[in-house]
């Protein structure tokens, strides 16, 4: 286990106290925190998995999911230890809930150099929760920025505004998760904080983040009508082009409800559709609605996906439609 003193904390009477993430635990002498990732040791605390990657691979970026970023490319995707939600549903326990789960070491030149092996964008910090890697993010994605690449992460949203708005300043896209428009559901099951999460969107967009959102609709948690379109109407409060993923749930973890209806997906995906001009489904037949991007424009098919195949048919080097001209902000 490498151990690294962290970025964001303060002594307290009891101990320390994080200032990383909204839980602002105050860690006693030898304990850790709510993530089970940062430990006080002898008054002063330390992440435990800086450098620790649990995961390494290849991916498509629109596995992130990310459909307006680079489309069709690859990214260098690594993860490691720990999350500072609990979510019951969690579809990467393993490696989210298991601050032992084995990993290899990796300084941040020694990753960047290996992703330079390989034909990609640049690296994605992905798989558990990279708000609680943050030491090793800073410092990894700003070698990537020195060499031209761009920085993914792919996370919850539950950070503090301070960490949150350094991470801004290195990471080119994001997809954010917002579980859930009820703050009982953030709050009592997945034991975070939906205005946190609400306000960290918003800002990496006006920071000039190419953010995407994902929503998991899990059965009998946020399955409800009324929540996921107050969802689709925030964002389209923010900018209408927001590309929101809403992805159906597989049972996982410790819940075994049924999956996501998909005829109810269909039907979330068609109102929210009416705010926003981006909605995508996920986790079901590419043959069903919300795969590809359609220009809001002229209705054109800008670019076509059937599962990870994904074709670019009418978007020219800048992201505006090759029919009409329409400006969709995606990234070339
Ligand atoms: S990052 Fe971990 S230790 Fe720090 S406040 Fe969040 S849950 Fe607690």
Not at 220 to 230: A, H, K, Q, S, T
Request: hydrophobic fraction near 35%; charge should be negative; aromatic fraction near 10%.
């Amino acid at each position: 286990m490498s151990m690294n003193e962290a970025m964001f904390y303060e002594k307290s009477d009891a101990g320390v106290r994080c200032l990383l993430c909204p839980h602002n635990c105050v860690i006693g002498e030898g304990n850790r925190g709510v993530c089970n990732t940062r430990v006080n040791i002898e008054g002063r605390l330390f992440s435990t998995n800086y450098g620790e990657i649990t995961a390494m691979a290849m991916d498509p970026v629109e596995k992130k999911p990310l459909y307006h970023f680079y489309p069709g490319s690859a990214i260098f995707s690594v993860g490691s230890r720990g999350c500072n939600l609990k979510c019951p549903f969690c579809q990467n326990w393993q490696i989210s809930q298991n601050s032992e789960y084995p990993a290899t070491f990796y300084t941040p030149k020694d990753l960047v150099n290996r992703a330079l092996k390989y034909d990609t964008i640049g690296i994605a910090y992905t798989y558990n929760e990279p708000s609680v890697w943050f030491e090793y993010v800073m410092d990894v994605s700003e070698i990537v920025c020195s060499k031209g690449l761009k920085n993914v992460l792919v996370s919850n949203g539950t950070l503090n505004e301070k960490p949150f708005d350094l991470l801004c300043g290195v990471i080119d896209a994001m997809n954010i998760d917002l579980k859930s428009f009820n703050g009982d559901v953030y709050r009592k099951i997945i034991k975070g904080d939906l205005e946190t999460v609400k306000r960290n969107i918003a800002t990496a967009h006006s920071k000039g983040v190419l953010v995407e959102v994902t929503t998991l609709v899990v059965t009998g948690i946020n399955d409800n009508f009324e929540e996921l379109i107050n969802i689709s109407d925030f964002l389209a409060s923010i900018d209408r082009s927001i590309p929101w993923h809403i992805s159906r749930y597989h049972p996982s973890y410790k819940y075994d409800k049924d999956p996501t209806d998909i005829d109810f997906m269909i039907d979330v995906y068609e109102a929210a559709s009416e705010s926003l001009d981006y909605v995508y489904t996920g986790n079901i037949a590419p043959s069903l609605p919300g795969g590809d991007t359609v220009c809001p424009g002229c209705g054109t098919i800008l670019v076509s996906r059937s599962g990870y195949n994904v074709v670019v048919k009418a978007l020219d080097g800048q992201g505006k439609c090759s029919g009409c001209g329409h400006d969709t902000g995606i990234r070339m």
